[in-house]
Every structure is written in C-alpha cells, then in structure tokens.
C-alpha cells in the first residue's frame, strides 16, 4: 500500500519494486492540488486507488457519492481510509486473489471496518467489534446492496 505520502514519493518507492503483485494507493487533496501530474503517474501504476468523498470530486468532477453504509453514530471519521484499506488488503491477502469478485468482497469488508471506526475516537469502537460484529455488519451491507 502507497499511503497518502507525496506521489513523486509513491514513484520512487514504486521504482524500487521489480514485480509488485498488487498496488493500492491513496491521497489526499493537498496531492491532488498540488501534484496532480505525479498523482496521474502513481494512479496509471496502482491497481487500486482509495480516495474519499472529497477527493473523488476533486479528481473527477463528479460529486454524486451514495453512502455505502448508513452509520448513525458518527463521532470521528480519523482512519476511516485507512481501516477500509487495511481491511480490503487482509481480505484480498487472506484469498490469495485480487480478482473481480474478489476485489467486491473486500470492499465490503472494508466497508464494514470503516463504519465501525468511525463510530468511536481512535481505535475504540473497532477494537471493541471484533471479529463476530465485523462479519454481522458485512452481512447487514450485503442486504443493503442487494436490496
């Protein structure tokens, strides 16, 4: 996973791996801003790019985003990324496969991580959940998505 550094940072570090398996990326506005031309360069080399709300607008143009999962108790967005990521990673790590079908599981995976974490400060809310909770509000989303 290239974080949310710099891309001309995301380059290099790209530059130094021979044959990566799989590339996620993120960003954040200032990037977007500021070094959209390396961002470019990062995102043709990425295989997946996660980006928010914000930036997808800033990227696209588009500000139509649907709500994937409707959380209630919104008390920190802090990490929200970045437990999506980790958890669409661990899930695609633990497959073995970065398939199609295999890249829609994860998200709502990470999905479900994300709308837990940002129900509490730090990392509170989602230490609480475990991993019962996790595979319930995953199933709660699948119902939401095929509704």
Do not use: H
Request: hydrophobic letters at 45%.
């Amino acid at each position: 996973m290239l974080g949310n550094i710099r891309p001309d940072l995301q380059l290099d570090v790209l530059n130094q791996l021979a044959n990566p398996r799989f590339v996620l990326a993120d960003t954040i506005d200032i990037w977007i801003e500021t070094q959209r031309d390396k961002l470019g360069e990062v995102m043709r080399r990425a295989d997946l790019l996660v980006v928010n709300d914000t930036e997808s607008a800033k990227l696209t143009g588009e500000s139509n985003v649907i709500v994937a999962y409707p959380v209630t108790e919104l008390r920190d967005p802090t990490g929200a990324g970045d437990s999506f990521a980790g958890a669409l990673l661990g899930y695609l790590a633990s497959t073995g496969s970065t398939d199609f079908a295999s890249l829609k599981q994860a998200m709502v995976y990470g999905t479900a991580v994300a709308s837990l974490t940002v129900e509490a400060f730090s990392t509170d809310r989602l230490a609480k959940a475990g991993c019962r909770e996790i595979r319930a509000r995953r199933k709660e989303l699948l119902k939401l998505i095929k509704a």
